[in-house]
């Protein structure tokens, strides 16, 4: 800090920023909510702010198997494809089997990729771009063999996911009672854990982590196979947000998870970033597609922005991370 | 210090006072070499004394702060290898450049490399049966260094440089090489020859630059007998420093690791020693001597050809860093990058060992957790101001986290490579101090050290390897940094 008094500020808001990237997307939120009442007065009331809620939720709990991926360096573009054969089974066989076991069942083939993922990963160091990519493509090819075997024996939605889905508490989605508790876990295992110490290790050094015994392969197996879990989970939500199910219907929300773990501050090259992040992410997503909305943005105009931004925000982190 | 070198003839090459810094550190600091048509002159220094540098400017790889280079005659200043290689300067190194991928004649093409004196210099090497379309990646190692030779060669530089040339070579080769290279002096070219090998310099080198500190201390003419002024000009003034070390023997029995015949490829042969508990063994080898490997081994990373280890008399096979770790051997690698997570804090990087197991993986009792690091923070007296980020550590400060972190989980048998590589005199001793009180528990710690003068002050005992194999062992209260270098250099040591 040889420039003096006048850069020191600077210096120290960077820091700030960079130690602490919450703040700075706190005020971003903010900031768009702030310009959203401007723009257009008297919108922001409990029901806005409880439907940005529920629609936030599942875009937060899918960006989970990005965020926790990236700790390790990696990424998992098959958790919408994941999510979509959880909702579409659970609802194509609870009519057969009732709603526990339905729900149950429907999580079979959630862990089934995510231990195909963290096979390819862990033990045929496939990159995990390629490797979730590959697998979320073979999963939706089986989901339209399985949906020409099931077709005529229609589908239903459990209540209990419909109550999660739509209901609220007071004007507050009924999604927060699921969220709460999974984003206090999410935060423990990255914080509280030695499974969530090693990803940070692993995304850091992976060699180190090699040095200091750990048998990676483990590492990755779990770690892909509690990404698929969560995303099966992310599907049985949002077949009760949306009360139906199709064979892409949490594909829109993919892209969205990446780009809300890394506004959010993960780096893709591992080693660092929060789920706390990724949560105001998720959340300043949500509104800035509200936003764009109102604005009454044509879509190539509101895909144009929301690539901007991504990429706005990511060479923010890296100036950021790369000096002092 | 040394008279005027001889008057040699018309020089091809010539470097007079060559600096070069890398940020406060001073790698060289006046470093002069000069041949002249016709001459092979070694190039010698102990590790750390400047040579690799020196070699990376001559060859444009660096550039030099200040000093000149001239070739014949003309100023030089080389922006690039390729710049140095049109002026008439070629290089041949350890690890050959060719691409494993293509094969002869492509990678010939590349280099636009004559076909006709390349064939012509691998027949004359005596490398026979060779075809065009051969692979490089299928070709031996050896095949492979003399094919990066003859490429030069074809080149027909005015000064060649070799860097150990005849580390990977049978002895048919290596005669092969030397007689070659003779015949290039005698046709009135220059060689530079860098190498450890005390007998092929005595062979075909007119005289020997010695490089110690980064500064040129001698330049002598090879006589028999030039060997021992050669090891003096390396070492320099330095007197051997109190031993610290009491020459306690330590308790005989069982050894807490014992190695015997542990050979692997053209790296290690037959390697075999002992170490006990409550000692520190010192491991002394020049550059690429096997060490690595040894090591490597040692730490479960890479698997031996043959030979056995043992823990307290148990045989062991390690296929991966866990077992060797569930043995007692834990390893502190050469390259501090290798073993931190750099981006992550000094705590994280000293728990990390405790998780590695899956049924480590629940809740972290974090209490438990923060008294332990602090013990072992304490005890090693890291500097914790920025340990936030270990990235952010003094080099001193981030050795001691990665021996920190097997101190914090208890030590038997600690494997140190080259533990004090680039810190600080202080940390040095603090490092030095730790192995004797961990040895004093009753721990065992490997150390290899490319710094000789430190072997009486950490160490008990010392090996040295040279050439996979080895070649002496020696009580601490022996080990003078003449002793290990002679040894080290494959000298006959009495032992």
Redesign the interface.
């Known amino acids: 800090m040889t420039t003096g008094t006048v850069q020191a500020p600077f210096a120290r808001i960077g820091r700030l920023l960079r130690?602490y990237p919450i703040i700075a997307l706190l005020v971003l939120l903010v900031a768009l909510i702030v310009l959203l009442q401007i723009l257009n007065p008297g919108i922001i009331n409990q029901r806005w702010i409880g439907n940005t809620i529920k629609f936030a939720i599942p875009l937060a709990m899918l960006a989970a198997c990005q965020t926790f991926t990236m700790y390790t360096g990696g990424i998992d573009l098959s958790a919408a494809a994941v999510a979509t054969i959880t909702a579409f089974v659970m609802a194509t066989q609870v009519p057969h089997l009732g709603d526990a076991a339905g729900i149950a069942l429907a999580l079979v083939p959630a862990v089934l990729i995510g231990l195909l993922n963290g096979f390819g990963v862990g033990i045929c160091r496939v990159h995990p771009l390629i490797m979730t990519l590959g697998s979320g493509l073979i999963g939706i090819g089986c989901l339209q063999v399985y949906q020409r075997s099931t077709i005529a024996t229609g589908s239903a939605i459990p209540p209990v996911l419909e109550w999660l889905g739509t209901g609220r508490t007071f004007w507050l989605p009924n999604g927060l009672w699921l969220f709460v508790p999974f984003a206090a876990l999410m935060l423990?295992i990255q914080r509280?854990?030695?499974?969530g110490?090693?990803l940070?290790?692993v995304g850091?050094?992976e060699?180190?982590?090699?040095?200091?015994?750990?048998?990676t392969w483990?590492l990755y197996f779990?770690l892909y196979t509690l990404s698929a879990l969560i995303a099966g989970l992310t599907g049985l939500l949002y077949a009760g947000i949306i009360r139906t199910t199709s064979l892409s219907l949490v594909e829109p929300l993919l892209l969205p998870s990446v780009a809300a773990a890394v506004i959010g501050g993960t780096s893709i090259f591992g080693?660092?970033g929060s789920y706390a992040g990724t949560i105001v992410g998720a959340l300043i997503l949500t509104v800035l597609g509200t936003l764009l909305t109102l604005l009454q943005m044509p879509e190539g105009g509101r895909q144009i922005i929301f690539g901007g931004i991504i990429l706005a925000v990511t060479a923010i982190y890296m100036r950021l991370t790369e000096t002092g | 210090m040394q008279p005027n070198p001889p008057k040699t003839p018309r020089a091809i090459l010539d470097a007079q006072g060559v600096t070069k810094s890398f940020g406060a550190v001073q790698a060289l600091r006046g470093a002069s070499l000069r041949v002249g048509a016709g001459e092979i002159v070694a190039l010698m220094g102990a590790n750390g004394a400047g040579k690799s540098t020196l070699v990376k400017i001559l060859t444009g790889a660096l550039r030099h702060d200040a000093g000149t280079i001239t070739i014949k005659d003309r100023p030089v200043r080389f922006a690039s290898p390729a710049a140095a290689r049109r002026a008439g300067l070629v290089p041949v190194y350890q690890e050959p450049a060719l691409i494993p991928d293509l094969d002869v004649g492509q990678n010939l093409r590349l280099g636009a490399t004559p076909v006709a004196p390349f064939r012509h210099w691998v027949d004359a090497l005596g490398v026979t049966g060779l075809r065009m379309d051969d692979a490089i990646g299928h070709l031996p190692l050896a095949t492979l260094r003399i094919l990066d030779l003859a490429r030069a060669l074809a080149m027909e530089p005015d000064v060649l440089m070799l860097d150990e040339m005849t580390a990977a070579l049978p002895t048919d080769l290596v005669d092969n090489v030397l007689r070659v290279m003779r015949g290039q002096a005698d046709a009135g070219r220059a060689v530079i020859y860098i190498s450890h090998r005390f007998p092929e310099i005595a062979r075909i080198c007119d005289r020997a630059t010695v490089l110690r500190d980064g500064v040129t201390v001698g330049d002598l003419p090879i006589v028999p007998g030039v060997e021992e002024e050669v090891v003096e000009l390396m070492l320099g003034q330095r007197m051997t420093p109190a031993v610290a070390a009491t020459g306690r023997s330590a308790a005989k029995g069982t050894a807490r690791l014992s190695v015997a015949g542990l050979s692997l490829g053209s790296k290690l042969a037959e390697v075999s020693f002992d170490l006990h508990a409550g000692e520190v063994l010192g491991v002394v080898a020049l550059e690429g001597q096997g060490q690595d490997e040894l090591f490597e081994v040692l730490?479960g990373f890479r698997r031996a050809g043959s030979g056995r280890i043992s823990v307290d008399g148990t045989p062991v096979a390690f296929r991966?860093?866990?077992d060797a770790?569930?043995a007692g051997l834990t390893?502190v690698?050469g390259n501090r990058?290798?073993?931190?997570?750099?981006?992550?804090s000094v705590r994280?990087?000293i728990?990390?060992?405790?998780?590695?197991?899956?049924r480590?993986?629940?809740?972290?009792a974090?209490q438990a957790e923060a008294t332990r690091i602090g013990a072992a923070i304490d005890r090693l007296q890291i500097d914790t101001r920025a340990q936030?980020e270990v990235r952010r550590l003094s080099g001193g400060n981030q050795q001691k986290v990665t021996i920190g972190?097997w101190i914090a989980h208890g030590v038997q048998t600690l494997l140190l490579f080259d533990p004090t590589r680039g810190i600080d005199v202080r940390t040095k001793r603090q490092i030095y101090e730790l192995c004797r009180d961990l040895a004093a528990q009753g721990a065992a710690v490997l150390y290899y050290t490319s710094e000789l003068a430190e072997v009486p002050q950490a160490c008990d005992r010392a090996i040295v390897i040279f050439g996979g194999r080895v070649v002496a062992e020696m009580p601490a209260a022996e080990a003078t940094e003449a002793a290990l270098l002679r040894a080290a250099y494959g000298l006959a040591v009495a032992t």
Not at chain 1, 192 to 195: P, S, Y
Not at chain 1, 207 to 214: H, K
Not at chain 2, 337 to 344: E, I, K, S, T, V
């Open positions: 130690d423990f509280r854990t030695g499974f110490r090693l940070y290790a850091a050094n060699g180190a982590a090699r040095l200091s015994g750990l048998r483990q779990a080693g660092r | 730490a991966h860093p866990a770790i569930a390893f690698p990058a290798d073993a931190l997570a750099m981006g992550r994280e990087n728990a990390l060992p405790g998780f590695a197991a899956p480590r993986w629940g809740p972290i974090m936030g972190r």
